[in-house]
């Protein structure tokens, strides 16, 4: 439990309501591979301005539930932000894609969802 993703700051958060913590693992499952998709294919299609929005819409949750990789996030959203073309992101993608399934599977897990 909670290796992938940590629950401390969600427990704060929730004042350590289970059903509230529940609801926001959840949430989680909900929006985060949604947006993780829409971020693989937005990097793919070179699409600049979706890459960011995508990244963006990730980082709260991404930060709240302590991933890890909210850096790396940051890097690839500046990327779609700046229009950088000069870069290969992929490599920070994968990173981030990478912790968005072990911290999603984890979470299924542990909540039973």
Avoid: C, S
Wanted: glycine fraction near 2%.
């Amino acid at each position: 439990m909670e290796q992938h993703y940590k629950l401390d700051r969600v427990k704060e958060l929730a004042d350590n309501d289970q059903d509230f913590i529940a609801t926001l693992a959840e949430t989680f499952l909900e929006e985060v591979p949604e947006d993780a998709e829409r971020l693989k294919k937005a990097v793919a299609e070179k699409d600049y301005h979706t890459a960011y929005q995508a990244a963006h819409k990730m980082k709260p949750t991404i930060d709240l539930f302590e991933l890890g990789v909210l850096d790396t996030l940051i890097e690839v959203q500046d990327w779609g932000k700046f229009t950088q073309t000069d870069i290969d992101i992929n490599p920070k993608l994968d990173i981030v894609i990478t912790a968005v399934d072990n911290a999603v599977a984890e979470i299924k897990a542990d909540f039973n969802l």
